[in-house]
């Protein structure tokens, strides 16, 4: 009897294997969810959605390598920003040192040791004021590039570093009272230029005239007049 009954369970196990393994694949994935022991087991299943990674993956890419651009046209700004300003710093080193010659003296014409000669006539500063007016100018239009950048950095959603901003405009607001008053030096010494020019001016025309006049005395006198041969002295030897 006992036989029997184990050869029963054995045709039982070998018939359900049989059964298992000749199910065909139909492609399906089941998903065990747990619910708990109050709820009802028939209730509706909420799938989750499927994720696509590789598109978030290519997203995220393409929004690091926006963000490099940005950062590597930042960094090309504030190296140009840095150049001018040095630039301009040697500039105004310039034109210090020019304003400080001419007024101990030193360059020109119109210094203490040729105060009396008939030197040249000093040129006028109109070209510095000019020069200065671009280089003014030049400021103004990389401010407004620079306000441009950080408008498009704000739109990509990148910050622009405040600290050196704040560091630009008050290096150029600096360099704009310097230029500001540099340019009012030039014009009081355009103005005492243009006095000098005058009085030069003045000083050359008496000359003259007083030049002219003489001239009119010999030919009037006509007869009286000598040849420079008869003003020859002869010393003893």
Do not use: H
């Not at 310039?94 to 007024?103: D, E, G, P, V, Y």
């Not at 000669?117 to 510095?128: A, C, E, F, I, Q």
């Not at 498009?152 to 150029?172: K, V, W, Y």
């Amino acid at each position: 009897m006992l036989l029997l009954l184990c050869g029963f369970v054995c045709v039982c196990a070998l018939g359900c294997s049989q059964l298992i393994n000749g199910q065909p694949d139909d492609g399906k994935r089941y998903i065990c969810r747990a619910i708990p022991m109050s709820g009802d087991a028939s209730c509706p299943v909420t799938l989750l959605p499927d994720l696509n990674v590789g598109s978030q993956e290519e997203e995220l890419r393409n929004t690091v390598m926006q963000l490099r651009e940005t950062i590597v046209q930042q960094k090309e700004t504030i190296s140009k920003q840095l150049g001018t300003i040095n630039e301009l710093t040697t500039k105004l080193s310039l034109c210090a040192s020019t304003t400080n010659q001419r007024k101990n003296g030193k360059g020109g014409s119109w210094g203490k040791d040729k105060q009396n000669t008939m030197g040249d006539v000093p040129t006028d500063p109109n070209g510095s004021i000019d020069s200065l007016g671009k280089i003014m100018q030049g400021l103004k239009e990389r401010l407004e590039n620079l306000e441009q950048q950080q408008m498009r950095a704000n739109i990509s959603g990148t910050s622009f570093p405040s600290e050196l901003r704040d560091l630009l405009q008050r290096r150029l607001g600096d360099l704009e009272k310097q230029l500001l008053k540099k340019v009012s030096n030039l014009e009081e010494e355009k103005t005492m230029l243009s006095n000098a020019t005058a009085a030069y001016r003045q000083k050359t025309e008496s000359t003259l005239n007083a030049l002219v006049e003489r001239i009119n005395e010999l030919e009037k006198g006509g007869g009286d007049f000598k040849s420079p041969e008869q003003f020859k002295l002869s010393l003893p030897q």
